[in-house]
Nanobody, 125 residues
Framework: VQLQASGGGLVQTGGSLRLSCAVSGRTGRSYIMGWFRQAPGKEREFVAAINWSSGSTFYADSLKGRFTIARDNAKATVTLQMNTLKPEDTAVYYC???????????????????WGQGTLVTVSS
């Protein structure tokens, strides 16, 4: 499985960005796609996840309402729409693939089998 993340950049406080992650390879039909982020000097933290077969979505409580994860089956792409961005959202954002479509540990980085290369999001104040 290969993941290619894109869409990061520099945005002002209150602005929006949409990240994309193209998924390729032998994924199977049941898996989970997640987004994580890592700010300088901090641990990687869970942002959002989506069950590819059911479409169920999950969010970090602190981000619910501002961030939206979605999938495009035809394009094999998962997106993360980020609105009302704040300086504390500045981080490298990673998409990740969990081959266990029944996993309940999707908030844990170690649960994921494959990772994209990361895309930097910088929110200026």
């Amino acid at each position: 499985v290969q993941l290619q993340a894109s869409g990061g950049g520099l945005v002002q406080t209150g602005g929006s960005l949409r990240l994309s992650c193209a998924v390729s390879g032998r994924t199977g039909r049941s898996y989970i796609m997640g987004w994580f982020r890592q700010a300088p000097g901090k641990e990687r933290e869970f942002v959002a996840a989506i069950n590819w077969s059911s479409g169920s979505t999950f969010y970090a409580d602190s981000l619910k309402g501002r961030f939206t994860i979605a999938r495009d089956n035809a394009k094999a792409t998962v997106t993360l729409q980020m609105n009302t961005l704040k300086p504390e959202d500045t981080a490298v954002y990673y998409c990740a693939f969990d081959s266990n479509g029944s996993s309940v540990r999707f908030r844990v980085p170690d649960e994921y089998d494959y990772w994209g290369q990361g895309t930097l999001v910088t929110v200026s104040s």
